[in-house]
């Protein structure tokens, strides 16, 4: 890890010497930074969290991993072959079948693709890989008995090309590359029967075209998907150049891989590296976070390489596993709790143009009518649990895919609040940027036909109370009346559409329904566990998702508010962890996320403990039945809450932080209301806290600086300001204009820093210590 000395100058001028400085963190500034140098604190984190390979990896979940939200390949000892043959899969996140009567996860499911295979001429021995983080590329050197193969290997950032360049030492100049196409049938065919009618794919068909190679994958619905490569060679390396097109209906695909990989191709690869590192470059420097906990320092930028890595606005919303697609019962985008996780770190790390859910619930709205029973398509939408990329389920059935299904009918299984989870998080990045488009044009016309539907089924009871018909907590098992699940996300809908309604000047005729929803509808149901599955189901037995809880988490309609309240969310938090044998990796990123609600640091970071050991995976991957993506992510949205929380108007600073961490170094950390935050926690006290508004919003912070303080301008000069409580101020900012908060007659040392680690800490992957 690097010293304190790795750090930029926070401000336009010097704060040594207690001269409080005017100015904050202007662009230009960070632009002119030497990112060579040992002064920046972005290389240092990044360059200390390099994952790195001393033994071969033998599996997805232990191996490098490269993408760009299209192209993935992961990379790993050929299976049966470890010792002569690394396998560099091949996959595509817009590649998928198009029969949907055989529903969304055969007949829409994602379909593999392939991998190629690196083979030396002689036996492998060992290596020494460097996924190296600040540039996005795999980096190192393949040992064998016959040589070397010094590598580099990336999928470029917006080419969607597999770059692979080998520099064999003598012995090794006969190294082969070989393609192997995979069938092209979903991968649920390994775990569940086949649906009756359902077959595989014709198989690939691999040809060369005037010197570049493409394997043609026919598709039994029309269409196709290309694998096309080209090896371009020099005086000492060769280079693999790969991309992957999808065309469906028309069969176009061949002409446009062929043609992209001819245009790669024509440049070296370090002349196709150098955009997409700057990109890579840029996108980092988008915020900062910095914590002494070396091992967790590491996991959370790991993450926000492998959400870019991912994720991309215009790519599909992510599947379970991705663009890495590997054996899995889940081969298509799970919106019951997969989406929300895994896209939830986006936002306080400043990283919304990576927001593929509101742009695919936008673009595909039309789809989520239809996937609503008919009598109720005019007004009403819902999504499915299962989905394609245009969010379309085709037939439902307990192989082929789930259905939005019916309040009060068993089947198929009524999970209707999907959508409205969904477009919480639609809510978000609405919240973070205060974009009005967000709100006007998304949230309020999809929530309110997500709403109704439930409006459909809401019916009075004889305590003149409004009750919900039977629907379904996910993945619990059995239906209730007054299931916790829809009433949370009702009350929420309802809310949020009233709040909206009015921000954007809307007289809306339902909303004397959502004002009376929220004044008769019936209580959550409890019992002396705490929270409930609904009316019909208590809370008795293990059960891996928070479903019943979101009032809690992610929602914050129930905070602790009241001795009452907060006794009720900690009954039902210990309750809901206290049953072993089902809990998963993503059970404790959201108990870590309650507890940091509550201001509990030391237990959200045993939960985090928990995690790192039990569940999380050499390279940070993490599994079940197969591979998902969504656990590890939102591992760094826990992080993210401990750091800072901003919900009900309020931005939180530090607010559940652990003794051990004493140090803390946060930048440019986007909050609800679209403020900045830079702040900066030393030897266990805040010395300084900044916030930038970037849209004019109200601006409340709980800043946790003991004491008087002194709240200055970007020049120095004081502001005014109104002290709301202990600790918590409101200052009026424009948009554009900042607030500095220090402890009175402080003048701290305005720097963005990493800090130092308590303790050393293996890296990730797998060293040989």
Same mark, same amino acid.
């Given at each position: 890890?690097?010293?304190?000395?790795? @750090?930029?100058?926070?401000?336009?001028?010097? =704060?040594?010497?207690?001269?409080?400085?005017?100015?904050?963190?202007?662009?230009?500034?960070?632009?002119?930074?030497?990112? *060579?140098?040992?002064?920046?604190?972005?290389?240092?984190?990044?360059?200390?969290?390099? +994952?790195?390979?001393?033994?071969?990896?033998?599996?997805?979940?232990?191996?490098?991993?490269?993408?760009?939200?299209?192209?993935?390949?992961?990379?790993?000892?050929?299976?049966?072959?470890?010792?002569?043959?690394?396998?560099?899969?091949?996959?595509?996140?817009?590649?998928?079948?198009?029969?949907?009567?055989?529903?969304?996860?055969?007949?829409?499911?994602?379909?593999?693709?392939?991998?190629?295979?690196?083979?030396?001429?002689?036996?492998? &021995?060992?290596?020494?890989?460097?996924?190296?983080?600040?540039?996005?590329?795999?980096?190192?050197?393949?040992?064998?008995?016959?040589? *070397?193969?010094?590598?580099?290997?990336?999928?470029?950032?917006?080419?969607?090309?597999?770059?692979?360049?080998?520099?064999?030492?003598?012995?090794?100049?006969?190294?082969?590359?070989?393609?192997?196409?995979?069938?092209?049938?979903?991968?649920?065919?390994?775990? $569940?029967? +086949?649906?009756?009618?359902?077959?595989?794919?014709?198989?690939?068909?691999? #040809?060369?075209?005037?010197?570049?190679?493409?394997?043609?994958?026919?598709?039994?619905?029309?269409?196709?998907?290309?694998?096309?490569?080209?090896?371009? %060679?020099?005086?000492?390396?060769?280079?693999?150049?790969?991309?992957?097109?999808?065309?469906?209906?028309?069969?176009? #695909?061949?002409?446009?891989?062929?043609?992209?990989?001819?245009?790669?191709?024509? +440049?070296?690869?370090?002349?196709?590296?150098?955009?997409?590192?700057?990109?890579?470059?840029?996108?980092?420097?988008?915020?900062?976070?910095?914590?002494?906990?070396?091992?967790?320092? %590491?996991?959370?930028?790991?993450? +926000?390489? $492998?959400?870019?890595?991912?994720?991309?606005?215009? =790519?599909?919303?992510?599947?379970?596993?991705?663009?890495?697609?590997?054996?899995?019962?889940?081969?298509?985008?799970?919106?019951?709790?997969?989406?929300?996780?895994?896209?939830?770190?986006?936002? /306080?790390?400043?990283?919304?143009?990576?927001?593929?859910?509101? @742009?695919?619930?936008?673009?595909?709205?039309?789809?989520?009518?239809?996937?609503?029973?008919?009598?109720?398509?005019?007004?009403?939408?819902?999504?499915?649990?299962?989905?394609?990329?245009?969010?379309?389920?085709?037939? =439902?059935? &307990?192989?082929?895919?789930?259905?939005? !299904?019916?309040? /009060?009918?068993?089947?198929?299984?009524?999970?209707?609040?999907?959508?409205?989870?969904?477009?919480?998080?639609?809510?978000?990045?609405?919240?973070?940027?205060?974009?009005?488009?967000?709100?006007?044009?998304?949230?309020?016309?999809?929530?309110?036909?997500?709403?109704?539907?439930?409006?459909?089924?809401?019916?009075?009871?004889?305590?003149? $109370?409004?009750?919900?018909?039977?629907?379904?907590?996910?993945?619990?098992?059995?239906?209730?009346?007054?299931?916790?699940?829809?009433?949370?996300?009702?009350?929420? !809908?309802c809310r949020t559409l009233l709040e909206s309604a009015e921000l954007l000047g809307i007289d809306d005729e339902s909303a004397p329904r959502w004002r009376e929803v929220l004044a008769k509808r019936v209580a959550y149901p409890t019992d002396a566990n705490g929270f409930m599955i609904g009316a019909d189901i208590p809370f008795a037995k293990s059960h891996r998702h928070y479903s019943h809880l979101l009032a809690v988490y992610p929602l914050y309609e129930v905070t602790g508010r009241t001795p009452d309240e907060l006794a009720l969310i900690e009954r039902s938090l210990a309750h809901w962890v206290g049953f072993e044998g089902a809990l998963q990796g993503y059970t404790f990123t959201g108990a870590a996320s309650m507890s940091a609600l509550l201001g509990k640091g030391e237990?959200?970071?045993?939960?985090?403990?928990?995690?790192?050991?039990?569940?999380?995976?050499?390279? *940070?991957?993490?599994?079940?039945?197969?591979?998902?993506?969504?656990?590890?992510?939102?591992?760094?949205?826990?992080?993210?809450?401990?750091?800072?929380?901003?919900?009900?108007?309020?931005?939180?600073?530090?607010?559940?932080?652990?003794?051990?961490?004493?140090?803390?170094?946060?930048?440019?950390?986007?909050?609800?209301?679209?403020?900045?935050?830079?702040?900066?926690?030393?030897?266990?006290?805040?010395?300084?806290?900044?916030?930038?508004?970037?849209?004019? =919003?109200?601006?409340?912070? %709980?800043?946790?600086?003991?004491?008087?303080?002194?709240?200055?301008?970007?020049?120095?000069?004081?502001?005014?300001?109104?002290?709301?409580?202990?600790? *918590?101020?409101?200052?009026?900012?424009?948009?554009?204009?900042?607030?500095?908060?220090?402890?009175?007659?402080?003048?701290?040392?305005?720097?963005?820093?990493?800090?130092?680690?308590?303790?050393?800490?293996?890296?990730?992957?797998?060293?040989?210590?």
């Amino acid at each position: 890890m690097s010293s304190p000395s790795r @750090r930029t100058v926070l401000a336009t001028g010097s =704060a040594l010497g207690g001269a409080l400085l005017a100015g904050g963190v202007p662009a230009q500034a960070e632009a002119t930074t030497d990112h *060579t140098s040992a002064a920046d604190p972005w290389r240092a984190v990044l360059d200390d969290a390099d +994952l790195v390979w001393q033994r071969m990896p033998t599996t997805w979940y232990e191996g490098p991993f490269l993408g760009n939200g299209f192209l993935g390949s992961g990379i790993y000892a050929e299976p049966g072959a470890e010792t002569s043959a690394v396998r560099f899969n091949v996959q595509h996140s817009e590649v998928q079948d198009h029969r949907p009567e055989y529903g969304s996860l055969f007949g829409l499911a994602r379909l593999p693709i392939g991998h190629f295979t690196l083979e030396p001429v002689g036996t492998i &021995t060992g290596l020494d890989w460097r996924l190296g983080l600040r540039d996005a590329e795999l980096t190192g050197t393949l040992t064998t008995d016959r040589g *070397t193969l010094a590598l580099r290997a990336l999928v470029h950032n917006d080419r969607s090309v597999l770059a692979v360049e080998v520099t064999p030492s003598a012995g090794e100049r006969d190294f082969r590359w070989v393609f192997h196409p995979a069938d092209a049938i979903s991968p649920r065919a390994a775990f $569940k029967p +086949l649906p009756d009618g359902y077959t595989g794919n014709p198989p690939a068909e691999v #040809a060369d075209h005037d010197g570049v190679s493409a394997a043609v994958q026919p598709l039994l619905s029309g269409g196709q998907h290309v694998t096309a490569w080209r090896e371009r %060679r020099d005086r000492r390396a060769r280079t693999l150049y790969v991309h992957v097109a999808h065309s469906y209906p028309r069969t176009t #695909a061949l002409d446009r891989a062929l043609k992209e990989v001819r245009r790669a191709s024509q +440049l070296p690869y370090s002349t196709l590296a150098l955009t997409h590192r700057a990109w890579w470059h840029a996108y980092y420097r988008k915020s900062f976070l910095s914590l002494p906990d070396a091992r967790i320092q %590491r996991f959370y930028w790991i993450q +926000l390489y $492998k959400v870019a890595s991912a994720a991309r606005r215009d =790519a599909p919303v992510m599947a379970t596993s991705g663009p890495w697609l590997e054996p899995t019962p889940w081969p298509n985008t799970w919106w019951n709790l997969n989406v929300q996780l895994e896209y939830w770190l986006i936002h /306080g790390s400043n990283h919304l143009e990576l927001d593929a859910v509101t @742009r695919a619930l936008s673009e595909f709205r039309d789809n989520l009518a239809k996937e609503v029973a008919a009598p109720y398509r005019a007004d009403s939408l819902g999504i499915p649990r299962t989905t394609d990329p245009q969010l379309v389920n085709g037939a =439902a059935g &307990t192989l082929t895919g789930y259905g939005v !299904g019916i309040p /009060g009918q068993d089947s198929p299984t009524p999970e209707v609040g999907d959508l409205t989870w969904a477009l919480h998080n639609v809510w978000l990045s609405y919240r973070h940027t205060m974009d009005e488009s967000i709100l006007r044009d998304v949230l309020f016309p999809l929530l309110r036909k997500a709403v109704n539907y439930y409006l459909h089924f809401l019916e009075p009871g004889t305590d003149g $109370k409004l009750h919900l018909p039977a629907t379904f907590s996910p993945e619990y098992g059995g239906n209730s009346r007054d299931c916790n699940y829809d009433l949370m996300l009702l009350t929420w !809908g309802c809310r949020t559409l009233l709040e909206s309604a009015e921000l954007l000047g809307i007289d809306d005729e339902s909303a004397p329904r959502w004002r009376e929803v929220l004044a008769k509808r019936v209580a959550y149901p409890t019992d002396a566990n705490g929270f409930m599955i609904g009316a019909d189901i208590p809370f008795a037995k293990s059960h891996r998702h928070y479903s019943h809880l979101l009032a809690v988490y992610p929602l914050y309609e129930v905070t602790g508010r009241t001795p009452d309240e907060l006794a009720l969310i900690e009954r039902s938090l210990a309750h809901w962890v206290g049953f072993e044998g089902a809990l998963q990796g993503y059970t404790f990123t959201g108990a870590a996320s309650m507890s940091a609600l509550l201001g509990k640091g030391e237990d959200a970071l045993g939960y985090l403990g928990q995690l790192m050991t039990r569940f999380i995976q050499a390279n *940070t991957m993490y599994k079940e039945s197969g591979p998902v993506i969504e656990t590890p992510l939102s591992a760094s949205q826990s992080l993210h809450d401990m750091v800072c929380q901003s919900w009900g108007g309020i931005v939180r600073v530090f607010p559940a932080v652990p003794a051990a961490w004493a140090d803390l170094t946060v930048h440019d950390f986007r909050t609800q209301g679209a403020f900045s935050l830079s702040a900066v926690r030393r030897n266990g006290a805040t010395r300084w806290v900044r916030l930038v508004s970037g849209a004019g =919003a109200p601006c409340v912070v %709980r800043h946790g600086i003991a004491g008087p303080v002194d709240v200055r301008d970007d020049r120095g000069r004081p502001l005014r300001y109104t002290s709301v409580a202990e600790g *918590t101020l409101q200052v009026a900012l424009r948009k554009g204009e900042s607030a500095l908060i220090t402890a009175r007659g402080d003048r701290p040392d305005l720097t963005i820093a990493p800090v130092r680690p308590n303790a050393d800490a293996p890296r990730w992957g797998l060293p040989l210590s």
